[in-house]
């Protein structure tokens, strides 16, 4: 598959994603999302692959949403068009998505990285939510993952003075999981990739809508979801792998099943 705006490719078990609108900053926009989509769901269905990463260039992970393409839209059609809605489809791929972020995350960018399951950064990231800015606020969950994410008194810092954060700043306050030189970005999270993918892919896919369900459900029915699909995992043979090569002191070798 032919794509305009990302590139894709795979190294092994990993499914790579760049970002690839230089001229624009990757910025996010309609032609842009239809092709993530594209690859996104092709990698999840694609038995060969265990982990995605997603990542933009040196300068940019992603500027936000394309403004150009936004500024002259008006309020029926966004409403009418749902402008936007097909951004949801990120969240919902069942493979695990580590977001590479060198460079801008701001506004739409930030907001992809966070619909990621981790996010590594370099140290040259800077995040933001810069919409207020722009007249407008966070429309693909910035007001919503940011404040459950790194909790309230950064969120509405973020979001109402539009500030950006570095890489410290931003790993300090639980927004992202490491903080890597800029130049083992890439190598870092495929390394992160591969491990992922090295596991039983029923069990890392389950691990991920579990840890998910605790943002989405109360404690009690989230411990309760986790403990059925807990029990769950002893049916399949992976487990039973898993353990004898624990107990034989050797490398388990997964079958997915
Ligand atoms: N949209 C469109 N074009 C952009 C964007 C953007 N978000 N960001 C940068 N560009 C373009 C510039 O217009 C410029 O193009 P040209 O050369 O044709 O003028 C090119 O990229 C290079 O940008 P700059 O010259 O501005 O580069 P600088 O290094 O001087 O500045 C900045 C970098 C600080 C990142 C600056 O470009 C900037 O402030 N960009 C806008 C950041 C922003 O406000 N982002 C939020 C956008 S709104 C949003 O994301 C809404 C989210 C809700 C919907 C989400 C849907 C995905």
């Known amino acids: ?3 305009e705006n990302i590139i894709v490719e795979t190294r092994g ?4 994603i760049r970002l690839n609108r230089p001229q624009a900053l ?3 926009n309609s032609a842009l999302l239809g092709d993530l989509n594209i690859a996104l769901g092709a990698f999840d269905a694609d038995g060969r692959i265990g982990a995605i990463v997603i990542t933009g260039s040196e300068k940019a992970f992603a500027a936000g949403a394309d403004i150009k393409e936004m500024q002259s839209l008006d309020f029926v059609d966004a409403y009418m068009e749902d402008f936007i809605g097909d951004w949801e489809k990120v969240p919902r791929i069942r493979k695990p998505i580590i977001a590479a972020v060198a460079g801008y995350a701001l506004g739409g960018g930030c907001e992809l990285a966070m619909m990621c399951d981790f996010i590594i950064a370099a140290k040259t990231a800077k995040f933001g939510q810069p919409e207020i800015t722009l007249g407008v606020m966070p429309g693909m969950g910035g007001t919503q993952r940011l404040a459950r994410f790194i909790g309230k008194a950064k969120a509405m810092d973020l979001c109402l003075t539009g ?3 570095d890489a410290d700043e931003a790993e300090r306050c639980g927004l992202v999981a490491r903080v890597v030189p800029s130049q083992d970005l890439l190598e870092e999270a495929i390394k992160a990739a591969e ?3 090295s596991f039983s892919q029923p069990v890392v896919m389950m691990t991920k809508e579990t840890v998910n369900r605790a943002y989405e459900t109360t404690l009690a029915e989230g411990l309760r979801f986790e403990r059925r699909l807990f029990h769950s995992m002893f049916a399949l043979e ?3 792998e898993g353990m004898a090569a624990f107990t034989g002191k050797r490398t388990p070798s997964f079958k997915n099943r």
């Open 238 to 240: 992976d487990q039973k």
């Open 13 to 16: 078990a990993v499914g790579l």
């Open 26 to 28: 990757n910025a996010l």
């Open 1 to 3: 598959m032919a794509y």
């Open 195 to 197: 491990k992922i993918a």
């Open 163 to 165: 500030r950006m954060m």
